[in-house]
């Protein structure tokens, strides 16, 4: 049985987390299974340490990153992933070809930047939004998890472009 990230760290699965709470969690578990708390009994249970180490550790980064913890929360909820499905609306793909241009320009690059993260920014916000929709039927989750996948194909672009301007400086 696969375990999620949010019931490795003992988290109601949601978008939003309690920051203080994720990494309480984590501390409190990791302390409990680091393989150096571990190393005197056995090899069996070393070996079982070192997995869980790795899982929890796993289930921090993807809960610790929006974009990771919003994937992972939509594969919960029966969505594609991004290799499944990488549609972006036909106006936000112009407006990315415009900042790709913009970019170019080492002058324009520090506003760029600032509209980037505003933009970055609101996408969370949406994303955050549709998963805090509730009662729905069935045809209108699919809907939603369809707008989230939208909304997540973009944040994965603004990203990565954000890391382009900032690897340029």
Known sequence: MIVSAFERLGLVPAFPVDVALLEK???????????????????????????????????YAVLANPLRRAEHLLALWGGPDASADKSQPFPFL???????????????????????????????????QQFSLSGEDASARLIRIKEIRLLLNQLRSVQGLLRELEDSY
């Not at 600032?114 to 994303?127: G, H, P």
């Open 94 to 128: 112009e407006q990315l070809l415009e900042w790709r241009e913009e970019a170019e320009d080492p002058a324009a690059r520090p506003r760029l930047l600032v509209c980037l993260e505003t933009e970055r920014t609101t996408l969370l916000n949406q994303i955050q």
């Open 25 to 59: 969690n984590y501390l409190d578990q990791s302390r409990l299974c680091h393989p150096d708390h571990n190393a005197q009994s056995g090899p069996e249970s070393l070996e079982k340490a070192l997995n869980d180490s790795a899982s929890l550790n796993e289930a």
